[in-house]
Protein backbone atom coordinates (compact mmCIF):
# COMPACT_ATOMS: atom_id res chain seq x y z
CA UNK A 1 0.00 0.00 0.00
CA UNK A 2 0.98 3.89 -1.11
CA UNK A 3 2.02 5.88 1.92
CA UNK A 4 -0.36 8.50 2.44
CA UNK A 5 -0.05 12.19 2.86
CA UNK A 6 -2.36 14.43 4.55
CA UNK A 7 -2.33 18.49 3.08
CA UNK A 8 -3.75 21.24 4.40
CA UNK A 9 -5.89 22.82 1.52
CA UNK A 10 -5.67 26.20 0.82
CA UNK A 11 -2.70 28.44 1.52
CA UNK A 12 -0.22 26.14 2.34
CA UNK A 13 -1.57 23.48 -0.18
CA UNK A 14 0.11 25.68 -2.67
CA UNK A 15 3.28 26.16 -0.73
CA UNK A 16 3.84 22.66 0.09
CA UNK A 17 3.30 21.70 -3.85
CA UNK A 18 5.48 24.04 -4.82
CA UNK A 19 8.41 22.73 -1.95
CA UNK A 20 7.84 19.24 -3.33
CA UNK A 21 8.52 20.31 -6.71
CA UNK A 22 11.54 21.70 -5.63
CA UNK A 23 12.86 17.99 -4.58
CA UNK A 24 12.55 17.25 -7.82
CA UNK A 25 9.32 14.94 -7.02
CA UNK A 26 6.41 14.87 -10.08
CA UNK A 27 3.50 16.99 -9.16
CA UNK A 28 1.59 17.59 -12.40
CA UNK A 29 -1.17 15.19 -11.19
CA UNK A 30 -1.72 16.76 -7.82
CA UNK A 31 -1.70 21.11 -9.30
CA UNK A 32 -4.46 20.04 -11.78
CA UNK A 33 -6.54 17.89 -9.46
CA UNK A 34 -9.51 20.45 -9.65
CA UNK A 35 -11.88 19.68 -6.61
CA UNK A 36 -11.23 15.99 -5.91
CA UNK A 37 -10.13 15.63 -2.49
CA UNK A 38 -8.24 12.53 -2.80
CA UNK A 39 -5.44 12.18 -5.76
CA UNK A 40 -2.69 9.03 -6.40
CA UNK A 41 0.78 9.19 -7.86
CA UNK A 42 2.82 6.99 -8.70
CA UNK A 43 4.65 7.07 -4.79
CA UNK A 44 1.76 8.54 -2.42
CA UNK A 45 -1.79 8.94 -1.85
CA UNK A 46 -2.53 12.41 -1.43
CA UNK A 47 -5.16 13.27 0.68
CA UNK A 48 -6.28 17.26 1.01
CA UNK A 49 -8.33 18.49 4.46
CA UNK A 50 -8.89 21.36 6.54
CA UNK A 51 -5.58 21.53 9.11
CA UNK A 52 -7.19 20.32 12.07
CA UNK A 53 -8.77 17.35 10.09
CA UNK A 54 -5.26 16.90 8.77
CA UNK A 55 -4.12 16.26 12.58
CA UNK A 56 -6.72 13.83 12.65
CA UNK A 57 -6.78 12.09 10.00
CA UNK A 58 -2.34 11.62 11.05
CA UNK A 59 -3.24 10.71 14.84
CA UNK A 60 -5.71 7.79 13.37
CA UNK A 61 -3.42 6.54 10.73
CA UNK A 62 -5.76 7.45 7.92
CA UNK A 63 -2.68 8.95 6.61
CA UNK A 64 0.64 8.31 7.79
CA UNK A 65 2.21 11.72 7.24
CA UNK A 66 0.57 15.17 7.30
CA UNK A 67 1.84 18.56 6.63
CA UNK A 68 -0.40 21.43 8.65
CA UNK A 69 0.89 25.20 10.14
CA UNK A 70 2.14 24.48 13.47
CA UNK A 71 -0.78 26.69 15.13
CA UNK A 72 -3.30 23.88 14.50
CA UNK A 73 -0.81 21.59 16.40
CA UNK A 74 -0.70 24.15 19.52
CA UNK A 75 -4.10 24.51 19.64
CA UNK A 76 -5.22 20.71 18.69
CA UNK A 77 -2.39 19.11 20.46
CA UNK A 78 -2.53 15.59 18.22
CA UNK A 79 -1.59 12.96 19.42
CA UNK A 80 1.16 12.61 16.44
CA UNK A 81 5.08 13.03 15.93
CA UNK A 82 5.92 16.55 15.32
CA UNK A 83 9.15 15.86 13.39
CA UNK A 84 10.26 19.22 11.81
CA UNK A 85 9.44 22.58 10.40
CA UNK A 86 9.08 23.00 6.27
CA UNK A 87 9.94 26.16 4.90
CA UNK A 88 7.05 28.21 4.25
CA UNK A 89 3.84 28.85 5.74
CA UNK A 90 5.62 31.19 8.14
CA UNK A 91 3.59 33.30 10.10
CA UNK A 92 3.21 34.42 13.84
CA UNK A 93 -0.03 35.26 16.04
CA UNK A 94 -1.10 38.47 17.18
CA UNK A 95 -3.00 40.09 19.35
CA UNK A 96 -4.62 43.34 17.28
CA UNK A 97 -7.41 45.89 18.31
CA UNK A 98 -8.54 49.06 16.58
CA UNK A 99 -6.22 51.62 15.91
CA UNK A 100 -6.13 54.30 18.93
CA UNK A 101 -8.12 51.65 20.97
CA UNK A 102 -8.05 52.26 24.81
CA UNK A 103 -8.47 49.52 27.09
CA UNK A 104 -11.38 49.53 28.86
CA UNK A 105 -11.06 49.24 33.06
CA UNK A 106 -12.67 45.83 32.84
CA UNK A 107 -11.58 42.17 32.29
CA UNK A 108 -10.29 42.53 28.33
CA UNK A 109 -12.81 40.37 25.84
CA UNK A 110 -10.77 38.41 23.15
CA UNK A 111 -12.00 37.15 20.16
CA UNK A 112 -10.32 34.15 18.47
CA UNK A 113 -10.31 30.97 16.62
CA UNK A 114 -7.57 29.53 18.29
CA UNK A 115 -8.71 29.51 22.30
CA UNK A 116 -6.01 27.22 23.72
CA UNK A 117 -3.61 29.29 22.15
CA UNK A 118 -5.25 32.78 23.30
CA UNK A 119 -5.86 31.25 26.74
CA UNK A 120 -2.23 29.97 27.35
CA UNK A 121 -0.70 33.17 26.11
CA UNK A 122 -2.68 35.64 28.11
CA UNK A 123 -2.19 33.01 31.02
CA UNK A 124 1.49 33.02 30.85
CA UNK A 125 1.19 37.16 31.32
CA UNK A 126 -0.63 36.67 34.40
CA UNK A 127 -3.80 37.99 32.72
CA UNK A 128 -7.07 36.90 33.40
CA UNK A 129 -9.31 37.41 30.07
CA UNK A 130 -12.46 36.24 28.37
CA UNK A 131 -12.20 34.30 25.38
CA UNK A 132 -14.80 34.41 22.67
CA UNK A 133 -14.93 31.70 20.19
CA UNK A 134 -15.29 32.70 16.76
CA UNK A 135 -14.96 30.58 13.70
CA UNK A 136 -13.52 33.27 11.69
CA UNK A 137 -13.64 36.74 10.07
CA UNK A 138 -12.32 37.31 13.85
CA UNK A 139 -11.58 41.23 12.49
CA UNK A 140 -14.76 41.37 12.39
CA UNK A 141 -15.24 41.16 16.27
CA UNK A 142 -13.54 44.69 17.44
CA UNK A 143 -15.14 46.75 14.79
CA UNK A 144 -18.89 45.66 15.30
CA UNK A 145 -18.21 45.67 19.37
CA UNK A 146 -17.78 42.12 20.28
CA UNK A 147 -14.96 41.96 21.56
CA UNK A 148 -11.75 44.25 22.47
CA UNK A 149 -9.44 42.77 20.66
CA UNK A 150 -8.38 39.33 18.57
CA UNK A 151 -5.82 36.89 18.82
CA UNK A 152 -5.32 35.20 15.22
CA UNK A 153 -2.47 34.58 12.62
CA UNK A 154 -0.68 37.38 10.84
CA UNK A 155 1.49 36.52 7.88
CA UNK A 156 1.65 40.21 6.29
CA UNK A 157 -1.04 41.92 8.26
CA UNK A 158 -2.32 43.57 4.84
CA UNK A 159 -6.56 41.67 6.28
CA UNK A 160 -5.32 43.64 9.62
CA UNK A 161 -4.89 47.11 8.24
CA UNK A 162 -7.76 46.87 6.00
CA UNK A 163 -10.11 45.98 8.08
CA UNK A 164 -8.51 49.06 10.23
CA UNK A 165 -6.87 47.06 12.74
CA UNK A 166 -3.38 47.64 14.16
CA UNK A 167 -0.91 44.80 15.96
CA UNK A 168 -0.76 44.69 19.38
CA UNK A 169 1.55 42.36 20.39
CA UNK A 170 3.02 39.51 18.32
CA UNK A 171 3.84 36.36 19.75
CA UNK A 172 4.88 32.70 18.92
CA UNK A 173 6.31 32.27 15.54
CA UNK A 174 5.13 29.15 13.42
CA UNK A 175 5.62 27.25 10.04
CA UNK A 176 4.36 25.02 8.11
CA UNK A 177 5.39 21.13 10.27
CA UNK A 178 5.98 17.37 9.21
CA UNK A 179 3.85 15.07 11.29
CA UNK A 180 3.51 11.29 11.41
CA UNK A 181 1.51 8.91 12.75
CA UNK A 182 3.32 7.19 15.81
CA UNK A 183 2.84 3.86 14.38
CA UNK A 184 3.75 3.98 10.72
CA UNK A 185 6.82 5.99 11.15
CA UNK A 186 7.95 3.11 12.77
CA UNK A 187 6.23 -0.12 10.86
CA UNK A 188 6.39 2.18 7.24
CA UNK A 189 10.11 3.11 8.04
CA UNK A 190 11.09 2.01 5.05
CA UNK A 191 8.16 3.47 2.67
CA UNK A 192 8.38 6.57 4.43
CA UNK A 193 11.99 7.21 4.83
CA UNK A 194 12.94 8.23 1.56
CA UNK A 195 10.54 10.93 1.68
CA UNK A 196 11.17 12.21 5.21
CA UNK A 197 14.77 12.74 4.19
CA UNK A 198 13.61 14.70 1.02
CA UNK A 199 11.47 16.73 2.77
CA UNK A 200 14.62 16.81 5.68
CA UNK A 201 16.76 18.13 2.93
CA UNK A 202 14.98 20.40 1.20
CA UNK A 203 13.97 22.30 4.85
CA UNK A 204 17.71 22.91 5.38
CA UNK A 205 17.18 21.73 8.69
CA UNK A 206 20.56 22.81 10.49
CA UNK A 207 20.08 20.58 12.97
CA UNK B 1 -32.01 8.25 24.77
CA UNK B 2 -28.33 9.65 23.91
CA UNK B 3 -25.36 7.98 25.87
CA UNK B 4 -22.49 10.38 27.00
CA UNK B 5 -19.72 10.63 24.18
CA UNK B 6 -17.36 7.44 24.56
CA UNK B 7 -20.28 5.13 26.32
CA UNK B 8 -21.70 2.84 24.24
CA UNK B 9 -24.21 0.03 23.86
CA UNK B 10 -23.06 -3.52 22.42
CA UNK B 11 -23.70 -6.55 20.71
CA UNK B 12 -22.70 -8.69 18.37
CA UNK B 13 -19.04 -10.10 16.84
CA UNK B 14 -17.24 -7.48 18.73
CA UNK B 15 -18.43 -8.26 22.26
CA UNK B 16 -18.12 -12.54 21.96
CA UNK B 17 -14.73 -11.42 20.50
CA UNK B 18 -13.77 -9.63 23.68
CA UNK B 19 -15.55 -12.44 25.72
CA UNK B 20 -13.25 -14.76 24.06
CA UNK B 21 -10.02 -12.16 24.75
CA UNK B 22 -10.51 -12.28 28.23
CA UNK B 23 -10.95 -16.36 28.49
CA UNK B 24 -8.55 -17.31 26.53
CA UNK B 25 -5.89 -14.71 28.84
CA UNK B 26 -7.34 -16.07 31.59
CA UNK B 27 -6.70 -19.91 30.31
CA UNK B 28 -2.85 -18.58 29.32
CA UNK B 29 -2.06 -16.90 31.98
CA UNK B 30 -3.01 -19.46 34.22
CA UNK B 31 -1.31 -22.08 32.72
CA UNK B 32 1.92 -19.88 33.39
CA UNK B 33 1.05 -19.70 36.77
CA UNK B 34 -0.02 -16.21 37.23
CA UNK B 35 -2.55 -15.80 40.12
CA UNK B 36 -5.58 -13.31 39.27
CA UNK B 37 -5.89 -9.95 41.22
CA UNK B 38 -8.59 -7.20 40.71
CA UNK B 39 -9.06 -3.65 42.90
CA UNK B 40 -11.74 -1.52 43.31
CA UNK B 41 -12.93 0.77 40.26
CA UNK B 42 -13.31 3.33 42.69
CA UNK B 43 -9.70 4.51 44.23
CA UNK B 44 -8.36 7.87 45.57
CA UNK B 45 -7.03 10.05 43.32
CA UNK B 46 -3.69 10.67 45.22
CA UNK B 47 -3.21 6.55 44.90
CA UNK B 48 -2.60 7.77 40.88
CA UNK B 49 -1.41 11.22 41.32
CA UNK B 50 1.36 10.51 44.02
CA UNK B 51 4.52 11.79 42.72
CA UNK B 52 5.71 8.45 41.59
CA UNK B 53 2.66 7.80 39.67
CA UNK B 54 2.44 11.11 38.37
CA UNK B 55 -0.72 11.16 36.37
CA UNK B 56 -2.75 13.85 35.42
CA UNK B 57 -5.79 14.57 37.11
CA UNK B 58 -7.67 16.06 34.36
CA UNK B 59 -7.64 13.15 32.40
CA UNK B 60 -9.54 10.55 35.47
CA UNK B 61 -13.40 10.58 36.13
CA UNK B 62 -13.37 11.95 39.13
CA UNK B 63 -15.49 13.43 42.10
CA UNK B 64 -15.68 14.72 45.90
CA UNK B 65 -16.48 12.10 48.37
CA UNK B 66 -18.39 13.26 51.36
CA UNK B 67 -15.59 13.95 53.28
CA UNK B 68 -13.81 16.52 50.45
CA UNK B 69 -11.20 13.62 48.93
CA UNK B 70 -11.43 13.11 45.35
CA UNK B 71 -11.97 9.46 44.37
CA UNK B 72 -11.84 8.81 40.51
CA UNK B 73 -12.72 5.71 38.45
CA UNK B 74 -9.76 3.44 38.24
CA UNK B 75 -7.62 4.96 35.20
CA UNK B 76 -4.44 2.41 35.15
CA UNK B 77 -4.33 -1.01 36.52
CA UNK B 78 -0.85 -1.01 37.21
CA UNK B 79 -0.66 1.86 39.64
CA UNK B 80 -3.75 -0.27 41.52
CA UNK B 81 -2.17 -3.23 41.49
CA UNK B 82 1.36 -1.97 43.21
CA UNK B 83 -0.90 -0.23 45.74
CA UNK B 84 -2.56 -3.66 46.56
CA UNK B 85 0.50 -6.31 45.65
CA UNK B 86 2.53 -3.96 48.13
CA UNK B 87 0.45 -5.92 50.98
CA UNK B 88 0.29 -9.88 49.95
CA UNK B 89 2.70 -11.81 50.91
CA UNK B 90 6.26 -11.91 48.95
CA UNK B 91 6.11 -15.33 47.98
CA UNK B 92 3.65 -14.74 45.39
CA UNK B 93 5.51 -12.65 42.05
CA UNK B 94 2.93 -13.50 39.35
CA UNK B 95 -0.08 -11.70 38.71
CA UNK B 96 -2.89 -11.41 36.23
CA UNK B 97 -5.91 -8.74 35.91
CA UNK B 98 -8.51 -7.81 33.33
CA UNK B 99 -11.17 -5.09 33.47
CA UNK B 100 -12.00 -1.76 32.97
CA UNK B 101 -10.20 1.71 32.76
CA UNK B 102 -11.90 5.10 32.71
CA UNK B 103 -9.66 8.44 31.16
CA UNK B 104 -11.57 10.97 30.00
CA UNK B 105 -9.65 10.84 26.53
CA UNK B 106 -10.39 11.45 22.58
CA UNK B 107 -10.92 7.37 22.29
CA UNK B 108 -14.13 7.81 25.04
CA UNK B 109 -14.30 7.31 28.20
CA UNK B 110 -13.67 3.30 28.98
CA UNK B 111 -11.08 0.81 27.61
CA UNK B 112 -10.53 -2.64 28.47
CA UNK B 113 -7.48 -4.14 29.73
CA UNK B 114 -6.02 -7.56 30.32
CA UNK B 115 -2.81 -7.83 31.52
CA UNK B 116 0.35 -9.09 34.30
CA UNK B 117 2.63 -8.07 36.31
CA UNK B 118 5.50 -9.57 38.17
CA UNK B 119 7.06 -8.50 40.90
CA UNK B 120 9.98 -9.88 43.26
CA UNK B 121 10.92 -11.67 40.24
CA UNK B 122 14.91 -11.71 39.16
CA UNK B 123 14.57 -8.77 36.24
CA UNK B 124 15.71 -10.73 33.36
CA UNK B 125 13.33 -13.52 34.40
CA UNK B 126 10.46 -10.76 34.82
CA UNK B 127 10.99 -9.28 31.34
CA UNK B 128 11.29 -12.17 29.59
CA UNK B 129 8.16 -14.15 30.98
CA UNK B 130 6.62 -11.06 30.28
CA UNK B 131 7.18 -11.09 26.81
CA UNK B 132 6.90 -14.31 26.10
CA UNK B 133 3.24 -14.25 27.82
CA UNK B 134 2.25 -11.93 25.49
CA UNK B 135 3.61 -13.83 22.35
CA UNK B 136 2.04 -16.99 24.16
CA UNK B 137 -0.89 -15.43 24.19
CA UNK B 138 -1.51 -13.47 21.47
CA UNK B 139 -0.94 -16.81 19.60
CA UNK B 140 -3.84 -18.38 21.42
CA UNK B 141 -5.72 -15.76 19.96
CA UNK B 142 -4.43 -16.15 16.58
CA UNK B 143 -3.19 -13.05 16.33
CA UNK B 144 0.12 -12.83 14.20
CA UNK B 145 0.82 -10.03 12.43
CA UNK B 146 1.88 -7.58 14.85
CA UNK B 147 5.95 -5.99 15.59
CA UNK B 148 7.22 -5.97 18.74
CA UNK B 149 8.82 -3.02 19.95
CA UNK B 150 11.94 -2.65 22.47
CA UNK B 151 13.46 0.70 23.90
CA UNK B 152 14.78 1.42 27.25
CA UNK B 153 14.19 4.57 29.24
CA UNK B 154 17.57 4.86 30.81
CA UNK B 155 19.17 5.51 27.91
CA UNK B 156 17.57 9.38 27.86
CA UNK B 157 18.07 9.45 31.56
CA UNK B 158 21.91 8.86 31.34
CA UNK B 159 22.77 11.00 28.45
CA UNK B 160 20.90 13.95 30.20
CA UNK B 161 22.73 13.22 33.31
CA UNK B 162 25.69 15.79 32.70
CA UNK B 163 23.10 19.18 31.43
CA UNK B 164 21.96 19.59 35.29
CA UNK B 165 18.36 20.68 34.04
CA UNK B 166 15.91 21.53 36.27
CA UNK B 167 12.30 19.65 36.34
CA UNK B 168 10.81 21.60 33.67
CA UNK B 169 13.72 21.72 31.44
CA UNK B 170 13.58 18.25 31.20
CA UNK B 171 9.91 17.67 30.87
CA UNK B 172 10.21 19.74 27.97
CA UNK B 173 12.75 18.25 26.33
CA UNK B 174 11.41 14.61 27.22
CA UNK B 175 8.09 15.90 25.83
CA UNK B 176 9.68 16.79 22.32
CA UNK B 177 11.59 13.68 22.89
CA UNK B 178 8.82 11.70 22.93
CA UNK B 179 7.07 13.97 19.80
CA UNK B 180 10.18 12.96 17.92
CA UNK B 181 10.37 17.00 17.29
CA UNK B 182 14.09 17.10 16.36
CA UNK B 183 14.25 21.13 16.20
CA UNK B 184 13.21 21.61 19.47
CA UNK B 185 15.03 18.66 21.01
CA UNK B 186 18.19 20.59 19.63
CA UNK B 187 17.37 23.72 20.78
CA UNK B 188 16.54 23.18 24.15
CA UNK B 189 19.57 21.15 24.66
CA UNK B 190 21.81 23.54 22.26
CA UNK B 191 20.77 26.02 24.77
CA UNK B 192 22.48 24.83 27.73
CA UNK B 193 25.50 25.06 25.99
CA UNK B 194 26.57 21.17 25.26
CA UNK B 195 25.88 21.61 21.51
CA UNK B 196 27.67 17.78 21.35
CA UNK B 197 24.30 16.15 23.48
CA UNK B 198 22.39 18.25 21.43
CA UNK B 199 23.46 16.92 18.58
CA UNK B 200 23.53 13.21 20.29
CA UNK B 201 19.89 13.61 21.23
CA UNK B 202 18.61 14.80 17.57
CA UNK B 203 20.09 12.24 16.27
CA UNK B 204 18.48 9.34 19.02
CA UNK B 205 14.93 11.03 17.42
CA UNK B 206 15.73 9.16 14.43
CA UNK B 207 17.34 5.64 15.98
CA UNK B 208 14.29 3.26 15.75
CA UNK B 209 14.90 0.45 12.93
CA UNK B 210 15.63 -3.33 13.42
CA UNK B 211 18.48 -4.59 15.40
CA UNK B 212 21.25 -2.93 13.32
CA UNK B 213 20.46 0.30 15.14
CA UNK B 214 22.22 -1.60 18.65
CA UNK B 215 25.12 -2.65 16.22
CA UNK B 216 25.42 0.91 14.94
CA UNK B 217 25.08 2.46 18.69
CA UNK B 218 27.44 -0.17 20.45
CA UNK B 219 29.99 1.57 18.47
CA UNK B 220 28.92 5.21 19.18
CA UNK B 221 28.45 4.29 23.02
CA UNK B 222 31.85 2.11 23.23
CA UNK B 223 33.02 4.00 26.04
CA UNK B 224 29.98 4.01 28.18
CA UNK B 225 29.52 0.67 30.08
CA UNK B 226 25.91 1.40 31.17
CA UNK B 227 24.53 2.40 28.24
CA UNK B 228 26.40 -0.70 26.67
CA UNK B 229 24.66 -3.07 29.18
CA UNK B 230 21.39 -1.36 28.33
CA UNK B 231 21.85 -2.24 24.24
CA UNK B 232 23.21 -5.83 25.68
CA UNK B 233 19.81 -6.48 27.42
CA UNK B 234 18.17 -5.18 24.63
CA UNK B 235 19.91 -7.27 21.91
CA UNK B 236 19.55 -10.52 24.34
CA UNK B 237 15.53 -10.18 24.44
CA UNK B 238 15.55 -9.85 20.63
CA UNK B 239 18.13 -13.10 20.20
CA UNK B 240 14.84 -14.79 22.29
CA UNK B 241 12.18 -13.61 20.64
CA UNK B 242 13.72 -14.33 17.33
CA UNK B 243 15.32 -17.94 18.58
CA UNK B 244 10.77 -18.59 20.05
CA UNK B 245 8.88 -16.74 16.81
CA UNK B 246 9.24 -15.36 13.46
CA UNK B 247 7.83 -12.05 14.79
CA UNK B 248 9.70 -8.44 13.48
CA UNK B 249 11.45 -6.78 16.59
CA UNK B 250 12.50 -3.20 16.32
CA UNK B 251 14.14 -0.67 18.46
CA UNK B 252 13.46 3.18 19.18
CA UNK B 253 16.56 4.02 21.63
CA UNK B 254 14.94 7.49 21.78
CA UNK B 255 11.62 6.46 23.61
CA UNK B 256 11.07 8.11 26.49
CA UNK B 257 8.48 6.87 29.26
CA UNK B 258 4.72 8.33 28.96
CA UNK B 259 4.56 7.72 32.72
CA UNK B 260 7.08 8.72 35.72
CA UNK B 261 6.87 5.42 37.32
CA UNK B 262 8.83 3.53 34.14
CA UNK B 263 12.49 3.00 34.96
CA UNK B 264 13.69 0.17 32.58
CA UNK B 265 13.23 -2.00 29.42
CA UNK B 266 9.62 -0.91 27.67
CA UNK B 267 7.94 -3.22 25.21
CA UNK B 268 4.85 -2.52 22.90
CA UNK B 269 3.27 -4.52 20.18
CA UNK B 270 1.86 -2.39 17.11
CA UNK B 271 -0.39 -4.73 14.92
CA UNK B 272 0.56 -4.73 11.12
CA UNK B 273 -3.14 -4.36 9.74
CA UNK B 274 -3.49 -0.17 11.19
CA UNK B 275 -0.66 0.03 13.45
CA UNK B 276 -2.63 0.18 16.57
CA UNK B 277 -1.52 -0.65 20.09
CA UNK B 278 -2.13 -4.13 20.76
CA UNK B 279 0.01 -4.41 24.26
CA UNK B 280 2.49 -1.72 26.09
CA UNK B 281 4.07 -1.94 29.11
CA UNK B 282 7.51 -2.08 30.78
CA UNK B 283 9.67 -2.26 33.90
CA UNK B 284 8.74 0.07 36.87
CA UNK B 285 10.59 -1.09 40.31
CA UNK B 286 10.12 2.83 41.24
CA UNK B 287 6.69 2.54 41.72
CA UNK B 288 7.23 0.08 44.48
CA UNK B 289 9.35 2.22 46.45
CA UNK B 290 6.43 4.40 47.20
CA UNK B 291 5.15 1.65 48.72
CA UNK B 292 8.45 1.11 50.93
CA UNK B 293 9.34 -1.94 48.65
CA UNK B 294 13.06 -2.06 47.64
CA UNK B 295 12.09 -4.57 44.50
CA UNK B 296 11.71 -5.48 40.95
CA UNK B 297 8.87 -5.10 39.12
CA UNK B 298 7.86 -5.27 35.61
CA UNK B 299 4.18 -5.71 33.48
CA UNK B 300 2.19 -5.33 30.38
CA UNK B 301 -1.37 -5.05 29.77
CA UNK B 302 -3.11 -5.77 26.16
CA UNK B 303 -5.91 -3.28 25.09
CA UNK B 304 -8.17 -5.64 24.68
CA UNK B 305 -10.67 -3.51 22.26
CA UNK B 306 -7.58 -3.67 20.13
CA UNK B 307 -7.51 -7.06 20.15
CA UNK B 308 -11.48 -7.83 19.83
CA UNK B 309 -11.46 -6.06 16.63
CA UNK B 310 -8.57 -7.91 14.91
CA UNK B 311 -10.00 -11.31 16.02
CA UNK B 312 -10.83 -13.33 13.06
CA UNK B 313 -10.70 -16.47 13.87
CA UNK B 314 -14.84 -16.72 15.41
CA UNK B 315 -17.01 -19.25 13.94
CA UNK B 316 -20.33 -18.31 14.56
CA UNK B 317 -22.18 -21.55 15.62
CA UNK B 318 -24.92 -23.11 13.75
CA UNK B 319 -28.52 -22.63 14.73
CA UNK B 320 -30.96 -25.10 14.90
CA UNK B 321 -34.51 -24.17 15.84
CA UNK B 322 -36.73 -27.43 17.74
CA UNK B 323 -40.49 -26.38 17.33
CA UNK B 324 -42.24 -27.35 20.49
CA UNK B 325 -45.55 -26.15 21.93
CA UNK B 326 -46.91 -25.93 25.38
CA UNK B 327 -47.48 -29.49 25.98
CA UNK B 328 -44.32 -30.83 24.49
CA UNK B 329 -41.77 -28.39 25.27
CA UNK B 330 -39.68 -30.88 28.18
CA UNK B 331 -39.17 -33.17 25.00
CA UNK B 332 -37.63 -29.93 23.10
CA UNK B 333 -35.52 -29.74 26.08
CA UNK B 334 -34.57 -33.06 26.61
CA UNK B 335 -33.52 -32.93 22.82
CA UNK B 336 -31.63 -29.87 22.94
CA UNK B 337 -28.85 -31.91 24.70
CA UNK B 338 -28.36 -33.84 21.49
CA UNK B 339 -27.36 -30.89 19.27
CA UNK B 340 -23.69 -29.99 20.60
CA UNK B 341 -22.60 -28.36 17.93
CA UNK B 342 -25.82 -26.30 17.61
CA UNK B 343 -26.74 -22.99 19.42
CA UNK B 344 -30.41 -24.50 19.85
CA UNK B 345 -33.71 -22.43 20.23
CA UNK B 346 -37.19 -24.18 21.43
CA UNK B 347 -39.78 -22.07 19.73
CA UNK B 348 -43.58 -22.71 19.27
CA UNK B 349 -43.77 -20.94 16.10
CA UNK B 350 -43.17 -22.77 12.59
CA UNK B 351 -42.50 -19.78 11.15
CA UNK B 352 -39.58 -18.87 12.26
CA UNK B 353 -37.89 -22.04 10.86
CA UNK B 354 -36.71 -20.32 7.78
CA UNK B 355 -33.86 -18.29 9.79
CA UNK B 356 -32.07 -21.67 11.07
CA UNK B 357 -29.90 -23.79 9.55
CA UNK B 358 -31.22 -27.06 11.18
CA UNK B 359 -34.92 -27.48 12.11
CA UNK B 360 -36.75 -29.84 14.37
CA UNK B 361 -40.07 -30.26 15.57
CA UNK B 362 -41.70 -32.71 18.31
CA UNK B 363 -44.41 -35.13 17.19
CA UNK B 364 -46.86 -36.83 18.18
CA UNK B 365 -47.50 -40.34 17.02
CA UNK B 366 -48.98 -43.32 18.33
CA UNK B 367 -49.72 -41.48 21.93
CA UNK B 368 -45.75 -41.00 21.80
CA UNK B 369 -43.27 -37.69 21.63
CA UNK B 370 -40.97 -38.26 18.70
CA UNK B 371 -38.40 -35.40 16.98
CA UNK B 372 -38.39 -35.13 13.46
CA UNK B 373 -36.07 -33.31 11.45
CA UNK B 374 -38.11 -30.84 8.74
Known sequence: ?207 | MFLPAGSQDETGTLLVNRAKAYETFRYVTEKRNFKQISTPAIEYASTFTNRIAGMNLNEMMKWFNKEGEIEVLRPDWTTAIARAVAKQPIHQQKWSYQGSVFRIDKDGTESRQAGIEIVHANSVLGERECMLTAIDYLKSLHIDKYVIELGHTEIFDILIQSLKLDTTQEDLLRTAMHDKRRDVVYQLVNNTGNSEIANHLTELTEAYGNKDIITKYQDLWSDNDELLQILENLNNMIELIEATTDLEVIVDLGRVKNLPYYDGMMFRGFLKKDGSTCFSGGRYDRLYKYYQQDTTAVGLAFDVDVLASHMTDHKEKKRACIIASEKTHQVAEAFRNELTDYIVEVSYDEQVTSTFDLCYKVMEQDNEYKVVKL
Request: aromatic letters at 8%; one cysteine or more.
Open chain 1, 1 to 207: MKPCIALTKGRLEKQFLDFFESLEFDMSSLKDKGRKLQVETDDFLFVFAKGPDVATYVENGIADLGIVGEDILIEHQPDVYNLFPLPFGRCGMAVATKKDFEWPQRKKRIATSFTNIAKEHFMQKGESVDIIKLEGSVELAPILGLADAIVDIVETGTTLKENGLVIEEKFLAISARLIANRSSLKIKKDQLNPVIEAFKEGAKLTC
